[in-house]
């Protein structure tokens, strides 16, 4: 299955956006968008160790998790409540019930991208753990 992607905006100083116009022009990179990838790659690699952890002490998953309806009522039947916290994407079905959500997850966090239906959003964020400042 093909990697799941994500557009994102970014704002630079132009000064900046001028350096790495710079380094495309002097074939350290073939465009603007080679810079970005490679930088952002290098920036994930120098903090993977923190990443690891984090994921290993949430007892998370990294990469695509999706839960269909069946799956949700299956867990439901058996009584069982779910602590999720995943780095990467989290999809919920369409047909699922925002109610069933409530019934199956204690608490729920993202570090990544939810596909979900509004409903179904609007039930995980009040399940995201809350912040101690």
């Known amino acids: 299955m093909p990697e ?35 930088s952002i790659r290098r920036a994930l690699d120098t ?29 439901r039947a058996k009584g069982r409540r779910m602590d999720l916290t995943a ?4 999809v919920f079905q369409a047909d699922i019930p925002a109610e069933l959500v409530d019934e199956t997850f204690r608490s729920f966090r993202i570090y990544g991208t939810l596909r979900a239906s509004n409903e179904v959003k609007e039930v995980l964020a009040r399940k995201a753990p809350q912040k101690v400042s």
């Open 87 to 90: 780095v990467g994407m989290a």
């Open 47 to 75: 903090h993977e160790v923190a990443v690891r952890e984090k994921v290993v002490r949430a007892s998370g998953v990294m990469g695509i998790v999706s839960y269909s309806r069946s799956d949700l009522e299956a867990m």
């Open 4 to 38: 799941a992607t994500e557009k994102i905006t970014v704002n630079l100083s132009v000064v900046d956006l001028g350096k790495i116009d710079l380094l495309v022009e002097q074939g350290f990179f073939a465009n603007r968008t080679d810079f970005v990838k490679d």
